[in-house]
Each structure stands twice: as structure tokens, then as C-alpha cells.
């Protein structure tokens, strides 16, 4: 079990096959940290419809797509990989 307080930036990686269970606060928001290809470092909010944790989108914003989510998440790799 892992417990994560707000506001801590963390993210998970599985290093084999597995379950997951995610818990968090309803409508708490989530932000991904984007490490830019000039070395920059920004946080970008992730919106999902009727999700726990994520934000509505604000209106005339669409919801983040998967595939979205996977790009922001995949600046990071190089920060995460496995040993």
C-alpha cells in the first residue's frame, strides 16, 4: 500500500504484470508534470469526464484523450525507467 499526500508529485510504475487499486479524492484534480525538450518543466492539468479524481474540463475545453494522457505522461520516462 502506498499512501501519497496531496500535493506530492509521484507517479507509479508497474515493473511487471499486475492490478492496481487507485483511490483518490473526488474531484481533487490532476496535474502531470511535462519535462519540455528544452529542459523546462511545466505542470498540466489532466481533464476526464466523470472520473474520480480528474476536473471537468473548463467549458470549451475538451477532456483529455487517452492518447493525450500517455504523451504527457511519456516526458517523464526518462526520470522513471526501471534499473
Same mark, same amino acid.
Given at each position: 500500500?502506498? *499512501? @501519497? ?5 509521484h %507517479?507509479?510504475r508497474?515493473?511487471?504484470d ?7 479524492? +473526488?474531484?481533487?484534480?490532476?496535474? *502531470? @508534470?511535462?519535462?519540455?525538450?528544452d529542459? %523546462? ?11 474520480l479524481?480528474r +476536473?471537468e474540463?473548463?467549458p470549451g475545453?475538451?477532456?483529455n484523450?487517452?492518447e493525450?494522457?500517455?504523451a504527457?505522461y511519456a516526458?517523464?520516462d ?6
Amino acid at each position: 500500500m502506498v *499512501v @501519497v499526500p496531496a500535493g506530492t508529485v509521484h %507517479t507509479f510504475r508497474g515493473l511487471t504484470d499486475g492490478v492496481m487499486e487507485a483511490m483518490g479524492e +473526488r474531484g481533487m484534480g490532476e496535474w *502531470v @508534470v511535462v519535462l519540455d525538450r528544452d529542459g %523546462t518543466r511545466r505542470e498540466v492539468e489532466v481533464y476526464e469526464r466523470d472520473h474520480l479524481w480528474r +476536473r471537468e474540463p473548463p467549458p470549451g475545453i475538451p477532456p483529455n484523450t487517452a492518447e493525450e494522457r500517455r504523451a504527457l505522461y511519456a516526458t517523464t520516462d526518462p526520470l522513471v525507467r526501471a534499473p
